[in-house]
């Protein structure tokens, strides 16, 4: 099975800052991969497909790059709406495989 | 809009079964493959199966395979997952998922999802 490792686990930073996170792949994914944003109490939402490609009425604040193993997902700059636990998931094999999370924090 | 309602969650003992029922509305189900995941409190999510858009493939993780069957009905536009077997670990919030992809003979993104429907296994 794929195993998906995301980092940093939490992060706090301020309105208006850059936020990134990484996502590594245990194998060769290619461009399979996904990234979520999940609020409290809430369902996840689909906000990268493809790795780099924006689901529509998603904010331009968000982006993703990489392929390969090697994945980021960026906030240009976060906005107390972001306050979330976001998911990457690669869709290059079976079992479908998502990271472990990371909850980013308004500082 | 899309919008896909979960039922069917509830308390069942260990060994029991359940079946969880998501009515989809607002696009062409029989053309989209589907999926569930669940969250287990306070934890990270697990994609559980998959179904093709006309039901002929479906795939399942590790965990549950020979335990739960996911099924749909394209005339009621209703996804299924009938979970047999039941263990304290499958206590967890499952969601229905649409795959993003039309058409999707694999499973691939997930989105839109519904809101979910707990379900918790004890004695």
């Known amino acids: 099975d794929i195993q998906m490792t995301q980092s940093p686990s939490s992060l706090s930073a301020s309105v208006g800052d850059r936020v990134t996170i990484t996502c590594q792949a245990s194998?060769?994914?290619?461009?399979?991969l996904n990234w979520y944003q999940q609020k409290p109490g809430k369902a996840p939402k689909l906000l990268i497909y493809?790795?780099?490609n924006l689901e529509t009425g998603v904010p331009s604040r968000f982006s993703g790059s990489g392929s390969g193993t090697d994945f980021t997902f960026t906030i240009s700059s976060l906005q107390p709406e972001d306050i979330a636990t976001y998911y990457c998931?690669?869709?290059?094999?079976?079992?479908?495989?998502f990271g472990q999370g990371t909850k980013v924090e308004i500082k | 809009q899309v919008q896909l309602v979960e039922s069917g969650g509830g308390v069942v003992q260990p060994g029991g079964s359940l079946r969880l029922s998501c009515a989809a509305s607002g696009f062409t189900f029989s053309s989209y493959g589907m999926h569930w995941v669940r969250q287990a409190p306070g934890k990270g999510l697990e994609w559980v199966a998959f179904?093709?858009?006309?039901?002929?493939?479906?795939y399942y993780a590790d965990s549950v395979k020979g335990r739960f069957t996911i099924s749909r009905d394209n005339s009621k536009n209703t996804l299924y997952l009938q979970m047999n077997s039941l263990r304290a670990e499958d206590t967890a919030v499952y969601y229905c998922?649409?795959?993003?992809?039309?058409?999707?003979?694999?499973?691939?993104?997930?989105?839109?999802w519904g809101q979910g429907t707990l379900v918790t296994v004890s004695s």
């Open positions: 493809d790795a780099s």
């Open positions: 998931q690669q869709y290059d094999n079976l079992p479908l495989a």
């Open positions: 194998q060769d994914i290619s461009n399979y």
């Open positions: 998922a649409k795959d993003h992809q039309h058409s999707s003979s694999w499973p691939q993104s997930l989105g839109p």
């Open positions: 179904i093709r858009y006309d039901g002929s493939n479906k």
